[in-house]
């Protein structure tokens, strides 16, 4: 079963309890950031790890993606007020969570989306959700895959299903779900998806 977990990153504290259950690599890393907002969705990020993982040891890849040696598999995202890990034991995982603010795509669109997708996003109805839709599996397939934004994206089409997608002959599906106005999006080779999403309390 692949599941999400999430938590709301304004009910926690820099106490140093919750500083001593990260990594001494996070805990570096959340000094170096300024805006109190990103400190305290990295500091959720790890407590995330922590809660799941206190007994593994967490390596990071070449491209900042982090990862236990011979699974399980898990990916970390955030998005202003909450921060979520989704696990799965079978297959690499990536996700994203976005705050589906007003957007004009166009000019972002350009930069990010396929011709494709920008031809769909002209004529869909809800121009936004359609948006939101596209970048969050294009974040989720690009951190599955380990490449991040490395990977042209300009070169994938998620416009033609809105369920799985093909890469080097490998068939990736995908997840949504939605926290409020927050859209979740989860990419995996797997399809054995929870219904619904959890949420893990810090103080």
Request: glycine share 4%.
């Amino acid at each position: 079963m692949i599941r999400t977990y999430y938590t709301n990153v304004n009910n926690i504290s820099f106490s140093e309890l919750n500083l001593s259950k990260v990594t001494p690599q996070r805990r570096e890393k959340i000094d170096r950031i300024m805006i109190e907002s990103a400190k305290k969705q990295s500091l959720a990020a790890g407590l995330l790890i922590n809660h799941f993982f206190s007994d593994k040891e967490i390596k990071i890849e070449k491209q900042g993606k982090p990862y236990i040696e011979n699974g399980p598999y898990f990916n970390l995202a955030h998005s202003h007020d909450y921060a979520i890990i989704s696990i799965s034991y079978d297959t690499p995982i990536g996700c994203d969570i976005e705050k589906t603010d007003e957007v004009k795509y166009e000019k972002l669109g350009k930069l990010v989306f396929h011709k494709n997708e920008l031809n769909a996003l002209k004529s869909a109805d809800n121009q936004n959700r359609l948006f939101y839709e596209f970048w969050t599996k294009k974040e989720a397939f690009i951190k599955c895959i380990g490449t991040g934004f490395h990977t042209n994206t300009k070169k994938l089409d998620f416009s033609q299903n809105k369920h799985f997608f093909i890469y080097n002959e490998k068939k990736f599906r995908f997840k949504e779900y939605m926290l409020g106005d927050y859209k979740i999006m989860l990419c995996t080779m797997g399809a054995d998806f929870a219904n619904n999403i959890t949420e893990i309390k810090f103080e």
